[in-house]
């Protein structure tokens, strides 16, 4: 009976594109549930894969998918790709690591503290209790300053491998929030010696994650040979980029030859998950959010700089002129002009930058040869 069951599936094939896909019968293998999202996605999914899906009896926590029988009739599922696949056209030089499932959410606004164990905990609702009644603080002992310590930076970690000072006050500032018998007398936010801590021991938490073999903090390290401490660090034979290498006279031509070394990022879906990747932050969103954070005064800056006089001036009305034609309250035509004026505002040539893309006459915008471009889509009639 359970294999005549329907299922209703929400299929993650990236990061941030979703599907819905209904199967009228319920498949009898795991292998021919991925054959059948192979098929409907092809050839987005031309890869070997494995499959994960957010298990209801683990608070909706994201687990392989081994038996089919596991998998609810109203499911979540994660295209994982497998790192043995061999169809990839990716080499071991140009290869972009796989998207790390481990890290599903960014930096908390309120940072959860974990629990610790059971002696600290114990020593911690005492605590708590005698600094409510009297006010005293806690005197802590060396190892349960270290087990507190050492959980904070596990649950650090589970966010951000290297969070930012701002992010470590919060994980601080969290602490003392929910154990006030903690904060530190004398102190004039009673947590920035926890800050400092918690800055150290993550230090040494990514040092230990290097040591057995953690590629996302391995890549970082570079420590001098124990057998001859006075050579020089790995890292000083690294050639230093010159300016010329940063800022190069013709940018399209590096990223050209930026695409042939990693032609992965050819694909949206990769640029995106290699973004998350490491900010661990959307890349879409993020851009967008800023963009629309910064339109309104750019608008303002470019209307300022349209009542000069000057070539540049001159453009810039005329761009200011044609939004004011425009639905003012249509965030795509808002972004549009933010976008479209930049150059111009900077008196560069715009040419290569902005692309007018007729739909019914290309099938794809010309941007073979831009490094950067902003598409504007229209039709025959517009």
């Known amino acids: 009976m359970a294999e005549s069951q329907k299922l209703l599936l929400r299929v993650y094939i990236a990061p941030d594109i979703a599907h819905k896909m209904t199967l009228s019968t319920r498949p009898s293998t795991v292998e021919e549930l991925i054959t059948v999202i192979k098929e409907k996605f092809r050839p987005r999914l031309d890869f070997d894969f494995n499959l994960q899906y957010e298990d209801p009896d683990f608070g909706g926590q994201l687990c392989f998918l081994t038996d089919i029988s596991e998998l609810p009739e109203k499911a979540v599922l994660k295209v994982h790709r497998s790192e043995t696949d061999a169809g990839s ?10 998207y790390a499932p481990e890290r599903l959410q960014s930096w908390p606004d309120v940072f959860p503290v974990p629990q610790f164990s059971y ?60 154990h006030p018998c903690l904060t530190e007398p004398g102190s004039q936010c009673g947590w920035y010696g926890w800050k400092t801590s918690l800055k150290f021991k993550m230090g040494n938490f990514r040092t230990k994650l290097s040591r057995s073999g953690c590629e996302e903090v391995a890549v970082n390290s570079g420590k001098r040979s124990k057998n001859n401490p006075e050579s020089e660090s790995p890292h000083s034979n690294i050639k230093r980029a010159r300016r010329a290498e940063i800022v ?16 992965a ?40 700089k349209a009542a000069r006089t000057g070539k540049a001036a001159e453009a810039l009305r005329s ?27 900077f008196r560069e040539d715009d040419s290569v930058f902005f692309k007018m893309w007729n739909t019914e006459e290309l099938d794809e915008p010309d941007i073979a040869d831009s490094a950067v471009a902003l598409v504007s889509m229209v039709n025959g009639e517009s």
């Open 265 to 304: 990022l050819r694909l949206e879906s990769q640029i995106a998950a290699e973004f998350h990747r490491i900010t661990n932050i959307s890349l879409k969103n993020k851009f967008y959010a800023e963009l629309d954070n910064h339109t309104p005064r750019l608008i303002a800056v470019y209307r300022q």
């Open 89 to 98: 056209a990716s080499t071991s030089d140009t290869e972009i690591l796989p």
């Open 319 to 345: 761009i200011c002129s044609a939004y004011d034609l425009t639905d003012h309250y249509d965030i795509n035509n808002r972004r549009t002009v933010a976008l479209r004026a930049l150059p111009v505002y």
């Open 119 to 178: 002696d600290v905990e114990h020593s911690l609702n005492g605590g708590n209790m005698a600094y409510q009644n009297s006010g005293k603080f806690l005197k802590l002992t060396k190892g349960q300053k270290h087990d507190i310590l050492e959980n904070m930076a596990k649950a650090m970690h589970s966010f951000k491998a290297y969070p930012s000072d701002k992010e470590v006050a919060k994980a601080a500032e969290a602490l003392i929030s929910k």
């Open 248 to 263: 190069v006279d013709n940018p399209s031509q590096a990223v050209k030859e930026f695409l042939e070394k990693w032609p």
